[in-house]
């Protein structure tokens, strides 16, 4: 089993839908992220939670919101999904523990249609 | 603004020849990341630099930090098909977060 597992990996939703996105972990990690990659762009970072009481805006948090309901769990949610939100979105982990080291999840790809 | 730049964007050799990766960043940071994408694949981590000067080799790549310089690179040595990737470098800016760069399409060529 993955490390860092996401769900659901592959959705189809149309404009104006709520989605959420999971992720969970089994490394024991105190840091998650969420990231975003879009072709040509690398991974651009949407939010980022270093405990379960701390959440963070990254670099293109509008239209995204988080919850950190759990040291293993970090969710993305896109409260009215928009097309230009359709992208590969990955979760990640780390610590100072884990010799910098940050461990991404399969990818979910979402399309908004 | 936190920046990192990677060149080349595409890149296809041939089998056996050998060629260098380049990522270049904005401002002052001692940890840098590489790490590779197969097509529709998760990141999977090569190799993490922490100080100035450091050099990791893991088979037919070796990445090196230059943070004088502003500069890492990913040396790929008698490159053969198995290493037709997508190839990221990721910079923590001291943030506790990587910036990433836009990343290097390579392409081993028989």
């Known amino acids: 089993d993955a490390d860092v597992t996401q769900t659901p990996r592959n959705r189809i939703t149309k404009t104006g839908k709520r989605i959420m996105l999971e992720c969970s972990q089994t490394k024991g990690h105190d840091r998650m992220y969420w990231y975003r990659q879009d072709p040509g762009l690398g991974l651009r970072l949407i939010y980022y939670?270093?405990?379960?009481?701390?959440?963070n805006k990254g670099e293109i948090s509008d239209g995204y919101s988080v919850s950190r309901q759990a040291q293993a769990k970090f969710s993305l949610s896109l409260e009215s999904a928009i097309p230009n939100q359709t992208a590969l979105y990955f979760c990640a982990t780390s610590d100072l523990h884990s010799g910098n080291t940050i461990y991404f999840g399969e990818g979910s790809w979402l399309t908004v249609v | 603004e936190l920046k990192v730049e990677q060149n080349p964007l595409f890149l296809s050799m041939q089998e056996g020849k050998n060629y260098t990766i380049y990522c270049n960043y904005s401002?002052?940071?001692?940890?840098l990341y590489w790490y590779r994408q197969d097509p529709g694949k998760s990141l999977e981590s090569l190799f993490v630099?922490?100080?100035?000067?450091a050099v990791k080799q893991e088979g037919r790549l070796m990445a090196s930090l230059d943070t004088k310089a502003r500069l890492s690179t990913l040396h790929i040595t008698a490159a053969v098909h198995d290493l037709s990737a997508t190839y990221f470098c990721?910079?923590?800016?001291?943030?506790?977060?990587?910036?990433f760069g836009t990343g290097t399409r390579l392409t081993i060529i028989p």
């Open positions: 990721a910079v923590d800016f001291g943030n506790e977060k990587l910036t």
């Open positions: 939670s270093f405990d379960v009481k701390d959440i």
């Open positions: 401002t002052t940071s001692d940890r």
């Open positions: 630099l922490l100080s100035n000067g």
